[in-house]
């Protein structure tokens, strides 16, 4: 059975920084690409950031330059570094991941995490 884990949510204020990890289970995140998504109050569900299997990275323009995605293979876990944080960035934050780079660079993956509540306040 394949399970994604995220962790590291929780309340900021506007500036600070928090880490999201994911873990996921039944797979390894090496033969993976995985990304980082989030859908806040009201808001459609957006692509954040993504890796693919061969580390290449991309993200959303209103995070980049604030936040870093990686991958530690030998920890099997994924994370999402956020600085500067805004109110704006308010919201879950949801991992994902797939086997196929061409289905992440369509957003389509196949295997989806429960979600980490990011708040920041101003």
């Known amino acids: 059975q394949v399970l994604l884990v995220e962790s590291g949510g929780g309340s900021v204020q506007a500036g600070g920084s928090l880490r999201l990890s994911c873990t996921p289970s039944g797979f390894s995140s090496s033969r993976n690409c995985m990304g980082w998504f989030r859908q806040g109050p009201g808001k459609e569900r957006e692509a954040v950031a993504q890796?693919?299997?061969?580390?290449?990275?991309s993200y959303t323009h209103s995070v980049q330059g604030r936040f870093t995605i990686s991958k530690d293979n030998a920890k099997n876990t994924l994370y999402l570094q956020m600085n500067s944080l805004k109110p704006e960035d308010t919201a879950m934050y949801y991992c994902?991941?797939?086997?196929?780079?061409?289905?992440?660079?369509?957003?389509?993956?196949?295997?989806w995490g429960q979600g980490t509540q990011v708040t920041v306040s101003s």
């Open positions: 890796i693919d299997k061969g580390g290449g990275t």
């Open positions: 994902a991941a797939d086997g196929w780079d061409h289905r992440c660079a369509r957003n389509e993956y196949n295997y």
